[in-house]
């Protein structure tokens, strides 16, 4: 290294020539920051609409059909969500049973619909599982369920999930 520089971020290392404003950005003397910020986020608008017509598929007007007999809120949304066609093969398969039955007989046989709680059941105890498959001890999975999944369940259930999933 030459006399006249002794490093890249000291005053010091600055040649005699330089000005202390010169160089690169960290080095700037007395450089404040604009009172408003950067002020290019105050510009940022919420999507623009016709970007959302581009990226959206477009309305299918079969599902105003859907709407126009009655369906029930939820059902709009599940149609409007996986598409008309996917809707009505989804619709055939839950009435299949019923195409043949008495009025009487198809208000007795409803659709059950599981509770989503049973999935996410599930999923936890599989992640119990395979962190004991890893070496982690039961209180440290507790404590792994609580701050990453809000998952509040006592060390004793975690004890019998690893040891049902030895014995399965």
């Not at 005053?11 to 002020?39: C, F, L, W, Y």
């Not at 039961?138 to 259930?157: A, F, G, Q, T, W």
């Amino acid at each position: 290294m030459s006399d006249k520089t002794e490093t890249r971020s000291s005053i010091k290392g600055m040649t005699v020539n330089d000005r202390p404003g010169d160089g690169v950005g960290g080095r700037h003397e007395n450089q404040s920051t604009p009172a408003g910020g950067g002020g290019y986020l105050d510009i940022c608008t919420a999507l623009d609409p016709y970007l959302m017509k581009k990226i959206a598929p477009p309305h299918d007007p079969r599902l105003d059909l859907l709407s126009d007999i009655g369906l029930s809120e939820h059902w709009l949304k599940i149609a409007n969500l996986i598409g008309f066609d996917h809707f009505v093969t989804m619709w055939l398969i839950l009435d299949d049973e019923n195409i043949y039955s008495s009025p009487q007989e198809r208000k007795r046989r409803r659709i059950h619909v599981p509770q989503y709680r049973r999935f996410q059941r599930y999923c936890r105890d599989q992640l119990i599982i395979d962190l004991a498959s890893k070496g982690k001890k039961p209180h440290v999975i507790h404590s792994i369920l609580i701050n990453d999944m809000c998952e509040r369940v006592s060390v004793r259930h975690i004890e019998r999930t690893i040891q049902k999933s030895k014995i399965d």
